[in-house]
């Protein structure tokens, strides 16, 4: 059996290429041979150190053959064309989130994974700060805005289904395209790669920040929240970096120097797994910046590791939380960063962990094979309806004076 996995790109490590990446090795022990679409060539050997995991693909075909530094939101409209040839595919499943492949046949199933409707991106609720900055990233984002709206419409009447990351993304969904019911399918997360930092005993007076540097991410709000705190509490902040969010990285170094941080907040760029690793051992707290989160892979990460999450109450990362370390303040983030960081225990550490289970790789598969088996049925029966109609129509045609 072939399944094909369709995604832009896996070379900036963050939630979605994860979801992408846990797809393939889903679809992989199910028993398919798995190939995988892209727009700009995988840079395989990084991303499985990264990620400490082979992605096994059997293929793997790429619009370009090389990696991509810009235009990154623009490469996911260029999947359309990247993946034409899918005759022969029994499955195919896009976590890419809003476009179909052209020519795509009637009789192969097809699954949309919307992470998040781009149609709302940027309306009251929903609003996304990087592209309403400036000029420029309204200049920026509005062309993709209008394609990516047409092509997402195109891709869900094609879908057989369609999933999404949370209940928040769900309404999101909802809201966007009425006539559209997704199915919400949390993104898995490997919980035996933190084992070696949730059994830690070496935890500091730390805050860990695990985000890409992007200015979405707002990972500004971690720097003004450690002004408030001016207490002995150390912040690391790390994630994936490109050449095209240099600027805002530079901005946040800048920050931390005007505020007079620069022995109290550590920022650590494009990071191996050991260090991750090594981060989420010493420190005590995660905290998470980005308000409306659809799902947030590094918080459940960050639980699995026994770290205690400290996340925005809007967004979807509420569905996981427990309500207590919720904020809605900068202020209250501040305060339960002091409450909890020297009050952590055993069993607090363990609850926490014992929520960041649900979202097991085995679950996920699980979950994963029921859909599709839902898709091959509903994509037969469709086919078989527009059969039986054609052969109708040939019966009832009058014969030819």
Not at 283 to 289: D, E, F, P, Q, R
């Amino acid at each position: 059996m072939k399944a094909v996995v369709i995604h832009h790109s896996l070379n900036t490590p963050g939630g979605e290429a994860t979801l992408a990446i846990e797809t393939i090795r889903s679809l992989y022990e199910l028993g398919y041979n798995v190939e995988l679409v892209t727009v700009q060539k995988p840079n395989l050997e990084d991303i499985e150190k990264v990620y400490a995991k082979k992605i096994p693909v059997s293929n793997v075909k790429s619009l370009f053959p090389f990696k991509i530094n810009c235009f990154g939101i623009y490469q996911r409209l260029l999947t359309s064309i990247s993946s034409l040839d899918l005759k022969d595919s029994d499955i195919v499943i896009n976590t890419n989130g809003n476009t179909v492949p052209f020519g795509i046949p009637n009789n192969v199933p097809y699954m949309l994974y919307i992470h998040f409707p781009t149609l709302l991106m940027n309306s009251k609720g929903y609003n996304n700060n990087k592209y309403q900055k400036s000029f420029f990233w309204k200049a920026y984002f509005k062309p993709y805005h209008v394609m990516s709206n047409a092509l997402t419409k195109r891709a869900l009447e094609r879908s057989n289904v369609v999933l999404t990351n949370s209940r928040f993304s769900k309404d999101a969904v909802r809201k966007a395209y009425p006539e559209v019911v997704p199915y919400v399918l949390y993104p898995p997360i490997e919980i035996d790669r933190f084992s070696i930092a949730y059994r830690s005993n070496s935890r500091e007076r730390q805050v860990l920040v695990i985000s890409r540097f992007s200015r979405e991410k707002q990972i500004e709000k971690a720097i003004k929240i450690a002004r408030i705190l001016r207490a002995n509490i150390k912040f690391e902040v790390i994630g994936s970096l490109v050449p095209a969010n240099r600027p805002y990285f530079n901005s946040l170094r800048k920050m931390i120097q005007e505020n007079g941080l620069e022995g109290k907040i550590k920022l650590t760029p494009n990071a191996t797994n050991e260090e991750l690793l090594s981060a989420m051992s010493t420190s005590t707290i995660y905290l998470h910046t980005m308000y409306g989160e659809h799902f947030g892979v590094s918080i459940v990460e960050a639980m699995a590791a026994g770290l205690v999450p400290i996340v925005p109450s809007y967004g979807g990362c509420s569905e996981i939380v427990p309500f207590e370390y919720q904020y809605n303040t900068l202020e209250d983030a501040a305060a339960c960063i002091s409450k909890n960081i020297d009050e952590i225990n055993s069993e607090k550490r363990e609850n926490i962990y014992n929520i960041a289970k649900q979202y097991s790789p085995a679950r996920f598969r699980k979950m994963l094979q029921q859909y599709v088996e839902q898709a091959c049925n509903s994509n037969t029966n469709y086919n078989n309806t527009n059969r039986m109609a054609k052969q109708s129509a040939h019966h009832h045609r009058l014969p030819p004076r």
